[in-house]
């Protein structure tokens, strides 16, 4: 199986910060990597899909880079409502495996 | 609009069975491969399995932990999708969420919890 590991695992930080998240796989997964946010007791929310492409709805302070085996959420300008838990996927290779979220705090 | 709906959750005794659907509408179900996922009490996202459109032969994939025990199914007229589950652990205790793959998965529904205790 694909191993999907996140760093970091918490984060604190201040409205009006930039922050970043990264997600990394065991082994290659080309740009099939999804990005996640969810709130306690919610359902997730698709943020960003092929590593880079922003789900309709989503506003642009919200982006995704990296191929292959490296990736990264960006969160620029946190707002309160953004403090929540994030998630990446792959669905490169069966089974789909997720990191193990980063949760992101009010500092 | 889109809309995903689980129900059938429940609580169940460890060996027992538990049948949670979905209903899918606003939406070509037969466009779409589904999935669910599951979340355990405190814990992180898993992945449990995918049943593929007709156009993919309603074939099906499975997280190791789950195979033999669960079966996704899908009833195309009906715009659902199912998740039989079969000799129940403790460890199957979760929100069980079901989603529409989109290059990815894009849309959730808000989940069904189960619980697996004597």
């Known amino acids: 199986d694909i191993q999907m590991t996140q760093s970091p695992s918490s984060l604190s930080a201040s409205v009006g910060d930039r922050v970043t998240i990264t997600c990394r796989a065991s082994q290659g997964v080309s740009n099939d990597l999804a990005w996640f946010q969810q709130k306690p007791g919610k359902a997730p929310k698709s943020l960003i899909y092929a590593a880079s492409s922003l789900r309709s709805g989503v506003p642009s302070k919200f982006s995704g880079s990296g191929s292959g085996t490296d990736f990264t959420l960006t969160i620029s300008s946190l707002q309160p409502e953004d403090f929540a838990t994030y998630y990446c996927?792959?669905?490169?290779?069966?089974?789909?495996?997720f990191g193990q979220g980063t949760r992101l705090e009010i500092k | 609009e889109v809309q995903l709906v689980e129900s059938g959750g429940g609580l169940v005794q460890p060996g027992g069975s538990l049948r949670l659907s979905c209903a899918a509408s606003g939406f070509t179900f037969t466009d779409h491969y589904m999935d669910w996922v599951r979340q355990a009490p405190g814990k992180g996202l898993e992945w449990v399995g995918r049943a593929r459109n007709k156009a993919n032969s309603y074939t099906t994939e499975y997280a190791a932990s789950v195979k033999g025990r669960f079966t996704i199914s899908r009833d195309d007229s009906k715009n659902s999708l199912s998740l039989q589950m079969n000799n129940l652990k403790t460890e199957d205790t979760a929100v069980y969420y079901c989603?529409?793959?989109?290059?990815?998965?894009?849309?959730w529904g808000k989940g069904t919890t189960v619980t697996v205790s004597s």
């Open positions: 996927q792959q669905y490169n290779t069966y089974p789909i495996t």
């Open positions: 989603a529409r793959a989109n290059y990815a998965l894009d849309v």
